[in-house]
C-alpha cells in the first residue's frame, strides 16, 4: 500500500471561495491524510483549503498577505501570521506570498532531508534560504469590509491627515462615542487598535516616499508625522522588516543611502 509522507497543497486561482466549492470533493481527503501521519504543506492561498479541514483550528498558519483579512474573517478559529514566510504546526506547514513557495520548499528539504542539502538547492538556484517574513513585500490598504460606517469615516479621517497629531480622543468624537468604546469598537472592526493603525498608515506612506521621492530619512520622517527618529526607525523596521535605509535600497528607482 502507497503512503503518503507529505502532500503539497497548491493556491486556487481567482476567487477563493469559488476555488474551495471547485475542491470541496478534496477537503475530507487531506483530512484523512494528516490523521493517518502524513505531513500537509500549503503554498499561498491554498491555506483556505487546508483551513477547510479544521485542522487549523486553534493553530497558527500563514498565507498570502493581501489574503490575510479574509482568512481571518472566514476562519476565526485560526491565527494567521501576519507577514511570516513560513508557519509549522504539528506536522502541517504553510507559506506567504507566491515566491514563498520557494522558502518553503527549502525549509521541507531541510525538514525531509538536511540543511546541507537544502543550502545546496538554495546556492544553485539562487535562492534566498534566511528570507522570514514577507512584511516587506506588504501593501497596508486597510481593512474595509467590516460594514461599520462611523469606523469607516474614522479609517478616512486617519488617511487624510495621518501627518498631524492624531488622538484617541479626537477620532471618539468623530463619531461620538466614548473612548474606551471606540477603541474596542475600532479593533473588532479593523483587527488593528487605532494606534497601530495610524502607524500602519503612516509607514505605508513613508515606504511610498522612500520609493519615489529623494527626500531623506529625516525628511520623511518629518512629513508622515514622526519627530523621534528611533521612534520612526523602531516602528518601521516592526512593520516592515527592514530599516528605512534597507528599505530604500531595496526599492527605490535609485538605491543610495542617506
Given at each position: 500500500?502507497?503512503?503518503?509522507d507529505l502532500l503539497?497543497?497548491p493556491?486556487?486561482?481567482?476567487?477563493?471561495?469559488?476555488g474551495?466549492?471547485?475542491?470541496?470533493?478534496a477537503i475530507?481527503?487531506f483530512?484523512?491524510?494528516?490523521?493517518?501521519?502524513?505531513?500537509?504543506?500549503?503554498?499561498?492561498?491554498?491555506?483556505?483549503?487546508?483551513?477547510e479541514?479544521?485542522?487549523?483550528?486553534?493553530?497558527?498558519?500563514?498565507?498570502?498577505?493581501?489574503?490575510?483579512n479574509?482568512?481571518?474573517e472566514?476562519?476565526?478559529?485560526?491565527?494567521v501570521?501576519d507577514?511570516?514566510?513560513i508557519?509549522e504546526h504539528?506536522?502541517?506547514y504553510?507559506?506567504?506570498?507566491?515566491?514563498?513557495?520557494w522558502?518553503?520548499?527549502?525549509?521541507?528539504?531541510?525538514?525531509f532531508?538536511?540543511?546541507e542539502t537544502?543550502?545546496?538547492?538554495?546556492k544553485y538556484?539562487?535562492?534566498?534560504?534566511s528570507?522570514?517574513i514577507?512584511?516587506?513585500?506588504a501593501i497596508?490598504?486597510g481593512q474595509?469590509?467590516h460594514?461599520?460606517?462611523?469606523?469607516?469615516?474614522v479609517?478616512d479621517?486617519?488617511e487624510?491627515?495621518?501627518?498631524?497629531?492624531?488622538?484617541?480622543?479626537?477620532?471618539?468624537?468623530l463619531?461620538?462615542?466614548?473612548g474606551?468604546t471606540f477603541?474596542r469598537?475600532?479593533?473588532?472592526a479593523?483587527n488593528?487598535?487605532p494606534i497601530?493603525?495610524?502607524?500602519r498608515v503612516?509607514?505605508?506612506a513613508?515606504?511610498?516616499?522612500f520609493?519615489a521621492s529623494?527626500k531623506?530619512?529625516t525628511?520623511?520622517?518629518?512629513?508622515?508625522?514622526?519627530?523621534?527618529?528611533?521612534a520612526?526607525?523602531?516602528?518601521?523596521?516592526?512593520?516592515?522588516?527592514l530599516?528605512?535605509?534597507?528599505y530604500r535600497n531595496?526599492f527605490?528607482k535609485?538605491?543610495y543611502?542617506?
Amino acid at each position: 500500500m502507497t503512503e503518503t509522507d507529505l502532500l503539497i497543497i497548491p493556491p486556487t486561482f481567482g476567487d477563493t471561495v469559488r476555488g474551495i466549492q471547485a475542491n470541496a470533493e478534496a477537503i475530507p481527503y487531506f483530512r484523512k491524510l494528516h490523521e493517518n501521519g502524513s505531513s500537509l504543506a500549503s503554498l499561498c492561498i491554498g491555506a483556505f483549503l487546508l483551513a477547510e479541514t479544521g485542522l487549523l483550528n486553534g493553530k497558527k498558519c500563514s498565507t498570502h498577505w493581501a489574503h490575510i483579512n479574509e482568512f481571518r474573517e472566514r476562519y476565526p478559529e485560526v491565527e494567521v501570521e501576519d507577514g511570516a514566510i513560513i508557519t509549522e504546526h504539528d506536522n502541517i506547514y504553510s507559506s506567504g506570498g507566491a515566491s514563498s513557495l520557494w522558502n518553503l520548499i527549502l525549509y521541507l528539504v531541510e525538514k525531509f532531508s538536511d540543511r546541507e542539502t537544502a543550502v545546496m538547492i538554495s546556492k544553485y538556484f539562487a535562492l534566498d534560504i534566511s528570507r522570514e517574513i514577507q512584511s516587506q513585500f506588504a501593501i497596508f490598504k486597510g481593512q474595509r469590509s467590516h460594514g461599520d460606517q462611523d469606523i469607516q469615516r474614522v479609517q478616512d479621517y486617519i488617511e487624510e491627515h495621518y501627518a498631524d497629531r492624531i488622538s484617541i480622543e479626537t477620532l471618539a468624537q468623530l463619531i461620538n462615542i466614548g473612548g474606551r468604546t471606540f477603541e474596542r469598537r475600532f479593533k473588532e472592526a479593523t483587527n488593528n487598535t487605532p494606534i497601530e493603525y495610524i502607524q500602519r498608515v503612516r509607514i505605508e506612506a513613508a515606504k511610498k516616499f522612500f520609493e519615489a521621492s529623494r527626500k531623506n530619512v529625516t525628511e520623511i520622517m518629518y512629513d508622515v508625522g514622526y519627530t523621534d527618529t528611533k521612534a520612526f526607525r523602531d516602528i518601521f523596521k516592526k512593520i516592515t522588516g527592514l530599516t528605512p535605509i534597507e528599505y530604500r535600497n531595496k526599492f527605490a528607482k535609485v538605491a543610495y543611502e542617506v
